[in-house]
């Protein structure tokens, strides 16, 4: 857009700034209208009036430029709006000279043209058009000078006053007709903006508010709590008093908000919002920092007293049940206390202390509150550092499998293996999965881990030799996060081609945790791998929540009997029944049951006794490393030891 249109713009818009362009650019045309009309009807009533009073050559001039104004209307019409505005100035200046150079000189009544076609052209025309009309007129009043000063032109004065007096009210008129119309454009954009300005203001507050609040409960947010921190603290530090951070994460709220929806949820944050802000000080500060996490800063603490005073409120105000239209709930929070100076004196190392004492108060049993205590801290610690290690050791090779055989009690033949992992850490030594799985399966970790473990199975399984004739096929154990990513069968997919390994060699291993509830997909995902032609089996049978019933539902393999189970047979009449129960549960389904840490003859007679068929445990061999295992199927397998 030209500078004259965004000028024009600003001037035509209406207040609230909202006016379509198409609106702005008819308003603009009708303004260049309007001045048009005016401007040809003083020029039509000019021409009469010189005309009556005999000065025909006035007339003229008059109906010429008249004439020529007609190129306006033209030019708006097909577009031209800045053509039209040169047009409709050019035509009255070049008509004001020719008038004046006609009659009086400088002293002619249309010398007071000038100044009103200047006004327009500075409110209308572009900058640069208005400087060139400012010179054009400069240059004609001082021609008009000039001549008369050299006498190359005689202007005759006029004796006609009552004409003059016509004419110069004739010119007013118009002047005053188009400045009126400009000036109330420029009303109505002052207008304009002033409530553009008050909007704006007021957004900004909102926006300001926002960042700083939460919008559900209109509580501060992190962002201010923060702040409040450093101002409360800096407050304490001076009269040496300590202050105390409360985190608090609503316990089991993702049920309500699963059960009953987020409407529900929602309206149950604000509720507890209320019951913590009428609780503490004007001095403290209740935020709200997360989904069902508040945080409380109790400032100017003389003792620690108080802290628990607080935390013990708390827990009493949320007891009462929260209602809702939709009824009553019981809500309940964890809180973890960090204090500080003691626990750390800037806001992110209290804050993740709290949260860290947070956690401990779960862990407790939750609705009670727990102080942060530095041994925590280096549990932590130490976790997040044999994470990184694990990472650092996945790139660096440091992980390896072990096999154990899975073997026929009949007569010991070796007819599987299952894939063990370990970690062969460079100070910490050979590193047991029981050390690292469960911190792998928290952080993520698992699904690189597993990734890793699965390709390194199927290149293992492919290159063993056969034993009394047959493929020998490898278990992999596999988590339940692992499992439950969507593309689990595109990974198990991947390691069976890499290694050119068939499917059918390839047995999984999973927890019963995995069955509870069909909402991770399983029963599909179960599908698409038997599709592949890989069997699933499911470990530590009996430890879990058994839902015996999917068991006839879903295309399993093999039940392995848990370890707990299969050491106590001997002793332990409920473990012999479990055991048998199992088997024959297994024998109807017409599944395989294997039977986990045999470690002695008597067992192993027993579980032969009852029927069980194949066996994994250190009777038979503990797991070996890769090549160990490699070299058992070629010496043909164990050598019938049991
Ligand atoms: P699991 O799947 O139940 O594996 C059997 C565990 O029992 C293994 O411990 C094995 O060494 C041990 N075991 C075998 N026979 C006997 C025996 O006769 N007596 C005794 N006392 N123990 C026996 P390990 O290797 O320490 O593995 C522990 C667990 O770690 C495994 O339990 C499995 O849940 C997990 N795990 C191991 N490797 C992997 C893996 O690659 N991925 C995943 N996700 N988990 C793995
Ligand atoms: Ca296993
Ligand atoms: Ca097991």
Known sequence: MTDRGKLLTRLFGTPGGSQPPGRIAETRNLRLMQIFWASEAALLLGAALTFATGAPSGSVIALGA?????????????????????????????????????????????????????????????????????ICVGICIATMGVAEELGWKIFEPSDTGLLSALIIILIIAVISFGIGLLSSDVSR????????????????????????????TGLPNRVLARHRFDQAYAQCRRFGHSLGVLFLDLDHFKDINDTRGHEVGDLVLIEVGHRLQELVRQADTVCRVGGDEFLILLSDLEGNERVARVADRVKESLRAPVTVSEGEFRVSASIGISIAPLDGDDFDTLLRKADMAMYQAKGEGRDGFAYFDEALDTAIREQ?????????????????????????????????????????????????PSAFIPLAERSGLIHDLGAWTLRRACTDCADWPMANGSPIPVSVNVSVPQFARTDFDVQVQAALAGAGLSGDLLELEV??????????????????????????????????????????????????????????????????????????LARGLGLDAVAEGVENDAVAGALRDAGCRYAQGYLWSRPINASDFRSLLGNGGLGGSA
């Open 384 to 432: 997040l550092q044999l994470l990184a290690e694990m990472r650092d050791g996945l790139g660096r090779d440091e992980f390896e499998l072990h096999y154990q055989p899975r073997v026929r009690m009949r007569d010991g033949t070796v007819v599987g293996a299952e894939a063990l992992i370990r970690w062969n850490h460079p100070e910490r030594g050979l590193v047991m």
């Open 189 to 216: 954009l002052l207008a304009s903006l002033t409530v553009e300005n008050e909007r704006y203001r007021e957004s900004q507050q909102l926006l300001e508010h926002m960042a700083h609040h939460d919008v559900l």
């Open 66 to 134: 008249a004439a020529a104004l007609a190129l306006v209307p033209v030019a708006l019409r097909r577009g031209h709006e800045e053509l039209a505005v040169i047009v409709l100035l050019t035509v009255q200046v070049a008509a004001v000279t020719a008038l004046a150079w006609n009659a009086q000189g400088l002293r002619d009544e249309a010398m007071l043209g000038y100044p009103g076609l200047l006004i327009f052209a500075a409110m209308i025309a572009t900058r640069r058009f208005f400087v060139t009309l400012v």
């Open 511 to 584: 927890t019963e945790s995995l069955l509870i509830d069909d909402n991770q997909g399983f029963g599909e995902k179960l599908r698409q791998l038997r599709e592949l032609g890989v069997a699933i089996s499911i470990d530590d049978f009996g430890t879990g929540y058994s839902n015996l019933g999917v068991l006839q539902h879903y295309d399993f393999a093999t039940i392995k009997i848990d370890r707990s189970f299969i050491s106590g047979i001997l002793e332990n009449e409920a473990s012999r029944t479990i055991v048998q129960t199992i088997l024959s």
